[in-house]
Nanobody, 125 residues
Framework: QVQLVESGGGLVQAGGSLRLSCAAS????????MGWFRQAPGKEREFVTA????????YYADSVRGRFTISRDNAKKTVYLQMNSLKPEDTAMYYC??????????????????WGQGTQVTVSS
């Protein structure tokens, strides 16, 4: 059974940093494209970032580009999200997701096959 387990969320002041991790129990993890989405209360789930199966290509929402960095370690079956210069508007539940056949649609949540339970990130002003 596939599981994605996020960790690393918490409360941080504006301007601070957090590093999220997503441990995957996917047998062929290195074949999967991985991503992070977030959802704030009363808002729709939105794309944050994604990384291709090889790790060569990365994609970012405009709101986080230059502040967030996604990476992966296929040997550890783990995806990371380094978040710097955090802002109060980054406050949300962050979800890890994985998909086998994205076909370039990294920004769509319907492109992904598996989702984690989420980890809460709260940025105070």
């Amino acid at each position: 059974q596939v599981q994605l387990v996020e960790s690393g969320g918490g409360l941080v002041q504006a301007g601070g940093s957090l590093r999220l991790s997503c441990a995957a129990s996917i047998r062929a993890f290195s074949n999967y494209n991985m991503g992070w989405f977030r959802q704030a209360p009363g808002k729709e789930r939105e794309f944050v970032t994604a990384i291709s199966w090889s790790g060569v290509n990365t994609y970012y929402a405009d709101s986080v580009r230059g502040r967030f960095t996604i990476s992966r370690d296929n040997a550890k079956k783990t995806v990371y999200l380094q978040m710097n210069s955090l802002k109060p508007e980054d406050t949300a539940m962050y979800y890890c997701t994985g998909g086998l056949s994205i076909r370039g649609n990294y920004y769509r949540n319907t492109s992904y096959d598996y989702w984690g339970q989420g980890t809460q990130v709260t940025v105070s002003s």
